[in-house]
């Protein structure tokens, strides 16, 4: 009874696969976590399914290899919601705040789907981030996974950079200020600052920033994401999973694998719904540029920059230098930080702890600062 079924499966797909070459495009798609073993492009589609069914591959979703596929699932819950809210929303200044209201307070699930992208943002940025923590632990930066290092630092700073941008659209007036205060610490860096002024179309917030944010926000900025979740999972199929400490990632056979990132995926929508309806982001009154709000202050990672700019008794070019003597140095650690022994290890790690310690307290001590 079955083989009717199967035969007219293999009917369709091939007349596909003489079409469309299935095999590459399926090799293409799976560079996101669907498939963590390499295939070969060049074979027929139902023989790489058939091969996957009885190939081992390794078991993603658990700690701590489970950051990187939940990342890729954030990142996809991240583009339907945004794409669903980018229907309906008008990039000017006068029409910003009431579109958003309009998402909020008019639209059915309008303001589920705007709590859902907002809080999934946060998510995002904070998975993103303790990867990065993970694998430098893992020395994950160390050869051949230099690329895999690099992408993970170019990551966590997309998300940053999708995060800022995506909260001048509300336009409302906490978001306006936090954008305002943000955009001063970028500005004080050295070099960068005066360039990045320049290309966002001046030092103060207006409608040229609001329509290029808008533009980051919504193409230039998830395109870029998707790139370096391409990269992460291609080394990922090239080299295998990055150890943790040692232990490699145990395996499991692809359905299983697919179930379990189901399952992710379901887990991870139902903790945004639940922080949706339990904890709602606020919505409040629009922006008024002439009016500085009690406490503003700029988004939570930047806090730390900010204190330094705010609070210490220095030209604002010496702290800027040293915040970009860090980026870059954390970028480039594959190139410099080599340690010879188990020892050097260590004191790296520990030297690596230190710094993330001491940016925590920064941003703790700005979040109360910065309240006052």
Known sequence: MSAAPDAGRAGWMEWLERRLALGELFSFLTHFGVVPVAVDPSRPLPDTLADLKTRPVPRLVAWPWVLGPLAAVLFALEVVTGVLLAYYYEPTPESAWTS?????????????????????????????????????????????????????????????????????????????????????????????????????????????????????????????????????????????????????????????????????TLLAFAALVTLAVLAPWRFLEAADPYATPAGARPPWYMLAPWLLFDRLPMPAWIPGLVLLAIAFGVLLLPLWLRPKDAAGERRARAAGLALVGLWLALTVTGAVLGGR
Do not use: K
């Open 100 to 264: 958003v209201r309009t998402i909020v307070r008019d639209l059915p699930l309008g303001g589920l789907f705007h709590q859902l992208h907002v809080w999934g943002a946060y998510a995002l940025t904070g998975v993103i981030a303790l990867r990065l923590v993970r694998l430098f632990w893992d020395g994950a930066w160390r050869a051949p996974r230099e690329v895999a290092w690099w992408s993970a630092v170019a990551l966590a700073w997309l998300c940053l950079q999708s995060d800022f941008t995506g909260r001048l659209l509300v336009w409302d007036a906490e978001s306006y200020w936090t954008v305002v205060r943000g955009m001063e610490v970028v500005f004080a860096l050295p070099v960068v600052g005066p360039v990045l002024a320049f290309l966002l179309g001046g030092h103060t917030v207006s409608d040229d920033v609001l329509i290029r944010f808008y533009v980051l926000h919504l193409m230039v900025l998830p395109v870029a994401i998707a790139a370096g979740l391409y990269v992460t999972f291609a080394t990922l199929r090239r080299l295998g999973p990055t150890p943790a400490r040692g232990r490699a990632a145990p395996t499991t056979s692809w359905r299983d694998h697919l179930f379990a990132m189901t399952n992710l």
